[in-house]
């Protein structure tokens, strides 16, 4: 099974549903969930906020930490996932924000990656600094985003990812 596959499951199994924001993965990570049979079931929307005053005002990121900071900012991605979360009406939100490439932004250089899980229980951020070119990069994020989120859930129910799959 897919790692997208593992978390539809996984939300499943819980009656819960999923949100999911994103920047630097335009679409990507919903594309990744939809590609999974039955994804419907869980799947409530995604929203692709690639310019920085979106984060804003669809997600509800507020404004002074993205003047301070910028968009690719692990607070950014906490934000963004708890907005997608409440905006979409999700149990799980799910966000990815960072650097591409194949220029820097705001100081961070390509690979720079945030992404983040907001559920019941709380919201984690994972930093990563991810090697490749622009496909790549995109690529591995949505991976850290999924996995992040099959770990998280697993967790919470005392699994290891060893065992559950």
Known sequence: MSTASDLLAALGARGWSVAVAESL?????????????????????????????????????????????????????????????????????LATTGVAGPDPQDGNPPGTVHVAVCTPDGTTVRSLLLPGDRGEVRARSVDAVLTLAVDLLRADRGESAASAG
């Not at 679409?27 to 999974?36: E, F, K, N, Q, S």
């Not at 968009?71 to 905006?87: I, Q, T």
């Open 25 to 93: 993965t335009g679409g990507l990570v919903t594309a990744a969930l939809v590609d999974v049979p039955g994804a419907s079931s869980v799947l409530r929307g995604g929203v692709v906020a690639y310019a920085t005053e979106l984060k804003g005002t669809l997600l509800g990121v507020d404004g002074g930490l993205l003047d301070a900071r910028g968009a690719v900012d692990p607070d950014v991605a906490r934000a963004m996932a708890s907005g997608v979360r409440a905006r979409l009406g999700a149990d799980v939100g």
